[in-house]
């Protein structure tokens, strides 16, 4: 969908190329858009003089389009841990700006991939157009305004933290989409990702583990669903149930003076003192390009995390679970993700889920347990887990990983 918007709709941005492993699946798209297929290319130079002909092209090294002088901004959209932060990283130490399609890397690795962009002197960013962006833009707009935001969040249809890519698989395949991804969405995994983006971003809390979710009608009945003295304490990020319209984001401000309740009261905003406003679409194919214009223009992030990370997502069991299996990640059978306060997390010393697959446990867990580092062995190597040590060192918390990494070598 990126690739396709990106060829026809916005002339103003280049599509240079597309990396993938499967490189004839960017160039059936790209055939599609232009009635040309594109060339497969596998150096540098190759890339570069296509790009100067103004051609896009495909390649499966992506190290390519890190690297290349006629790319000024990399987009990463793998939904991967490891894979994608090699890649970011790549990037941003050859000085190009990154948009995250990437919720699942964000939310795990976020604020320690913030500090690098700005070593670099470029910006990183999540997108406009999915929730935590669409979210961001209408608050930074409320608050220019004069008004005081206490909560935002996404609205969500349904949860079941037991779904699995089994009983997502019909559903999938109507959407010609992967049934991993698609249970991500249905366990709750996603969205706990999607608001941990946006509490890094906005420094508001998860009200408590899993966050409060209430079932309303229209989402403008929020504001008086989440309780008043957190939202007035340090903020919440949160979720509106099976809410109208089905689809974007909102955003609660706080007003006390009398004066000025009757003045939204007039406007049709209710009788506060919370107010609820709400963006009733999220596009991320289609709103990407206002977050790549933002970057690369302007040197503006959409989202990104504003310093120590504010909160996490932990792993809890989808099933008993035995010692001596390895869980399988997001989207799968064993575990979903549901957001905690970092402080908390760091205090339990838990599992965040974006670093959970490969771990090999070392004890039986009960059902709808959260899982500690204490309960598994790390796979031998990674860099995410390399990376989380360092988030933890550099914002001065406990280096839980480097405990882990020592405990389990």
Known sequence: MIIRHLLRAVPWIHLVAVANRNPSRGAAVIAEMTGRLPVEVTASGE??????????????DADLLC?????????EATGTIEFAARKVLRALASQKHVVLVNAEL????????????????????????????????????LQSLGLKTVAAGNLKGMIDHYRTPETQKDF??????????????????????ETCILANATGFLAGRRGMYGPKCAHVREMGKLLPADQMLNGGLVDYALGAEPHTGAFVIVHEDHPRKQWDLAYFKMGEGPFYVF???????HIQIASTIARAVLQRDATVTPRGAPVCDVIALT?????????LDGVGGFMAYGVIENAPISAKQNLLPMGVSEGCRLLRNIPKDQPITYADIELPQGRLSDQLRAQQDRHFGGETRLEEGIKGNS
Do not use: C
Request: overall charge negative; charged content about 25%; glycine content about 8%.
């Open 318 to 326: 989808k099933r008993d679970l035995e010692a001596g299996e390895r």
């Open 172 to 193: 999938a395949a109507k959407l010609a989409m992967n049934p991993w991804k698609v249970a991500s969405f249905a366990d709750g995994t996603k969205l706990a990702m």
């Open 47 to 60: 890339l570069l003089a296509k790009a100067k002909q103004g051609e896009t092209v495909v390649t499966q």
């Open 67 to 75: 690297d290349s002088s006629s790319v000024d901004l990399v987009i």
């Open 106 to 141: 964000d939310s795990t690795l976020g604020p320690i991939l913030k500090t690098r962009a700005e070593d670099h002197g470029v910006i990183l960013t999540h997108t406009d157009g999915d929730e935590p962006g669409v979210a961001m833009t209408l608050l930074r707009y």
């Open 278 to 284: 709400h963006t009733p679409f999220h596009l991320p």
